[in-house]
């Protein structure tokens, strides 16, 4: 435990640090949850939404997966 208790006393001594992260967060789930929106991909949505990772989830949506081609089966109407 001592690493995490570190970790947020760090973040408390310094709470423009606790800004930076939490900025990082939010511009890269923002983008990531638009792109996504944009192209109807429903699972990646609901998991950048859900799955908090510090902007990993994110960049990883971002970067990697538009290179992977993969598509999602489409309902019938």
Same mark, same amino acid.
């Given at each position: 435990? +001592?690493?995490?208790?570190?970790?947020? +006393? =760090?973040?408390?001594?310094?709470?423009?640090? #606790? @800004?930076?992260?939490? =900025? %990082?967060? @939010? $511009? %890269? /789930? &923002?983008?990531?949850? %638009? /792109?996504? #929106?944009?192209? &109807?991909? *429903?699972? %990646?949505? $609901? #998991?950048?939404? @859900?799955?908090? =990772?510090? &902007?990993?989830? +994110?960049?990883?949506?971002?970067?990697? $997966?538009?290179?992977?081609?993969? =598509?999602?089966?489409? *309902?019938? *109407?």
């Amino acid at each position: 435990m +001592e690493p995490i208790q570190n970790i947020l +006393e =760090t973040i408390n001594s310094n709470p423009y640090l #606790a @800004v930076a992260f939490s =900025t %990082w967060i @939010v $511009v %890269w /789930k &923002g983008l990531a949850l %638009w /792109k996504s #929106a944009q192209k &109807g991909q *429903k699972p %990646w949505f $609901v #998991a950048i939404l @859900v799955i908090n =990772t510090l &902007g990993l989830l +994110e960049i990883i949506y971002l970067f990697l $997966v538009p290179r992977l081609k993969f =598509t999602f089966p489409k *309902k019938k *109407k």
